[in-house]
């Protein structure tokens, strides 16, 4: 096994019974187990439910050790059980799983955040999920507005399951030990789903914790990136709905256009005089390539940098602001509509990391409202 891939089999039968016997198995139940190792759970779940489908990790950074995937296979030979258990090897975060009632998951620490979020976005979700995590990361998912764990990994595992707490774990029950203490947490999946669209939710969050530190209003006006995606999305929405729209080049910038761009600096300034080392406008094009895998937290920076830092953000803001005039009128008609927004929800000077998820389901019905979409 490789531990610095993420192998690290619990080899305690006693906590594995416990962690099968929170899932609260039926033998009905058809069991989806993440990270099986070498079948320490995968028995325990045989022997009470109708089924487990154990998915074995073959991803680059997860590389599969076969010994592992033949030592269960080898445990159930010649029994019942067999007939019972299903191996699948692939992506977890990518395979397309097979039906399933309940998901345990000795979690590779590579793949935790990934497969938080996919068991959220499933439709039809599973009864319930007991999940093993590094404990910072467990940590995450209970985080409260204001606490520097607090991430759009919070607020999605919030807003979609109730989580709670079972059991922390020492290191020295996993073989080889981690560098850290784990815990297993039980997720259940809200019932009936909240009445939202994932993909426009999540999309929202992605655009607000990309810098959990950053004011909103400089979030969105002052992120080139966030503003173009936005202005597209509004044009596919204005084509499916048959709205027309006035297009060309903008004639004149409106006076409110005007002022949040003579604001910009301010708000950087601002924004890394609170503690954020924002690695400004030269990296949003790498920030929003992948817009967003990521909420990072913001890194302190030496004082000895601000005064450059601030000189450079007045550079780039200046630029950016020289393109945003030569921008056409659908653009600013939705920097209008996101300007209309921000002040009416009251949340432009709000951070993502101070809101909680009233503010963000506020946000959403009210860009939604004006036409503005995330996905």
């Not at 009905?28 to 320490?40: A, K, Q, R």
């Not at 203490?181 to 914790?209: A, H, I, M, Y």
Request: hydrophobic share 40%; charged share 30%.
């Amino acid at each position: 096994m490789n531990k610095d891939i993420g192998q690290h089999v619990l080899k305690n039968p006693a906590i594995a019974e416990a962690i099968v016997a929170k899932a609260q198995l039926k033998e009905s139940d058809i069991v989806l187990e993440v990270g099986p190792g070498t079948g320490n759970i995968t028995v325990k779940i045989l022997e009470r439910a109708k089924k487990c489908i154990a998915v074995y990790e073959t991803r680059k950074q997860v590389e599969l050790d076969p010994r592992m995937a033949a030592e269960v296979t080898k445990r159930v030979q010649g029994k019942p059980e067999q007939k019972r258990l299903e191996i699948l090897l692939g992506d977890a975060v990518k395979l397309d799983f097979p039906y399933f009632d309940v998901l345990i998951s000795n979690t590779p620490y590579q793949i935790s955040s990934p497969l938080t979020f996919k068991l959220l976005s499933l439709s039809p979700s599973p009864r319930t999920c007991i999940l093993t995590f590094q404990h910072e990361f467990a940590q995450r998912l209970f985080a409260r507005p204001g606490s520097s764990l607090y991430s759009r990994l919070s607020v999605n595992t919030q807003m979609w399951a109730t989580v709670t707490h079972i059991m922390k774990i020492g290191r020295n029950n996993f073989s080889p030990p981690p560098a850290v203490e784990s815990s297993v947490v039980r997720l259940v999946p809200k019932r009936p789903r909240p009445q939202v669209s994932w993909e426009e939710w999540d999309g929202l969050l992605r655009v607000c914790f990309v810098r959990k530190n950053r004011m909103l209003r400089a979030g969105f006006l002052g992120t080139s990136p966030v503003m173009e995606m936005l202005e597209a999305n509004y044009r596919t929405f204005c084509a499916q709905k048959n709205i027309n729209v006035e297009d060309g080049p903008a004639e004149s910038l409106s006076e409110a256009t005007i002022a949040m761009d003579n604001q910009i600096p301010a708000l950087q300034e601002d924004n890394l005089d609170n503690g954020g080392a924002e690695e400004e406008e030269e990296e949003e094009q790498e920030e929003w390539a992948g817009i967003m895998d990521i909420d990072d937290d913001d890194i302190d920076i030496p004082p000895f940098f601000k005064e450059e830092s601030n000189e450079r953000a007045k550079q780039i803001n200046s630029r950016a602001n020289s393109k945003r005039r030569r921008k056409g009128k659908v653009a600013e008609l939705v920097r209008a509509k996101v300007e209309k927004v921000l002040e009416e929800t009251e949340l432009a000077d709000r951070r993502a990391r101070m809101c909680d998820e009233g503010d963000f389901l506020k946000l959403l019905w009210a860009f939604n409202r004006e036409g503005i979409h995330f996905s």
